[in-house]
């Protein structure tokens, strides 16, 4: 694709094609098993939402290069089942472009397809350039501990988790290439020297922000509208700062939308997101 300030309208996006893996079927969320997923109506176990959005991912990066790991953004939605071993395509197409060279924004919407779901999530992104991105005051996010008990999940103990404990992950080489590999990465950018983390790995600590701060039952992330704010480096140290941004039910399922900052080394923004999930599936009991 053609360089995005170069002031020319930029090339069609070449389509993705990646086979699902389930990376989560061990995890404490257990809508990634298969025998429980069935219990509630899916095939099998989902694959994780942050690992689609990984696959989704791929063709703003090879189109736009690190800047949009550095400073883009995105709407995305999961809107119907992946599962282990789905074969699939995204689709990106740009939409929307304004400025030249000094400033500007190029917007494109996102689709993933699968054949068995047809459409199963959708993403409109984009990538200004000409001032620094907007970051968030890191002091506006306090440090809180994880609990050492994590309480079962109710309305309840959602409301009050104000500030959210804050998980770690520390980044190593190894750390970056594994999960690259693990998502079927074929780009360079995330590994070897001067590698950046990817966009998936990143996100995945929202999820953690919720999971580690209570006791859920199967639960299903379907949305994030997401900002990086930098690049997230090997030698890094993120930490995932947040709090309840609001609680509300529809069709029966019980949701939560979390406002969380991931920081690099206790001072630097690198992705700030609304993070929305269904945190009581219909049928699952409070408590």
């Known amino acids: ?8 309208a930029p090339d069609p996006i070449p389509e993705y094609r990646v086979r699902a893996r389930n990376l989560s079927r061990d995890s404490a969320n257990r809508i990634h098993d298969d025998a429980v997923a069935r219990r509630y109506g899916y095939a099998g176990g ?9 696959y989704m991912s791929h063709p703003l990066v090879a189109a736009w290069g690190p800047d949009w790991l550095a400073r883009g953004t995105a709407h995305v939605r999961f809107l119907r089942p992946v599962y282990d071993g789905d074969e699939v ?9 304004s400025g030249g060279e ?10 993933a397809h699968t054949g068995g779901e047809g459409l199963v999530a959708t993403a409109v ?11 968030p005051d890191p002091a506006a996010y306090p440090v809180a501990p994880l609990p050492a008990e994590p309480p079962v999940a109710t309305a309840e103990a959602l409301a009050r988790l104000d500030p959210l404990g804050a998980p770690t992950l520390a980044l190593d080489g190894e750390t970056l290439g594994r999960y690259a590999d693990e998502v079927g990465e074929p780009l360079s950018v995330y590994r070897g020297a001067g590698a950046v983390a990817h966009p998936g790995l990143v996100l995945q600590q929202a999820n953690r922000a919720l999971s580690e701060n209570l006791r859920l039952g199967p639960w299903i992330h379907v949305a994030s509208d997401l900002a990086h704010c930098g690049l997230a480096r090997a030698g890094d140290r993120l930490s995932a700062r947040g709090r309840v941004a609001r609680l509300f039910e529809r069709k029966g399922h019980r949701y939560v939308e979390l406002d969380v900052l991931v920081v690099a080394d206790g001072a630097r923004p690198v992705l700030h997101v609304r993070h929305t999930a269904i945190w009581q599936l219909q049928g699952g009991r409070d408590g």
């Open 1 to 8: 694709m053609t360089p995005v300030r170069s002031g020319e």
């Open 46 to 54: 989902l694959v994780a939402g942050t690992t689609t959005w990984a």
């Open 125 to 135: 992104a984009g990538l200004a350039w000409g001032a620094p991105p907007p970051a």
């Open 89 to 97: 395509s995204v689709r990106a197409r740009p939409v929307g472009r």
């Open 102 to 111: 000094a400033a500007g924004e190029v917007v494109a919407e996102v689709e």
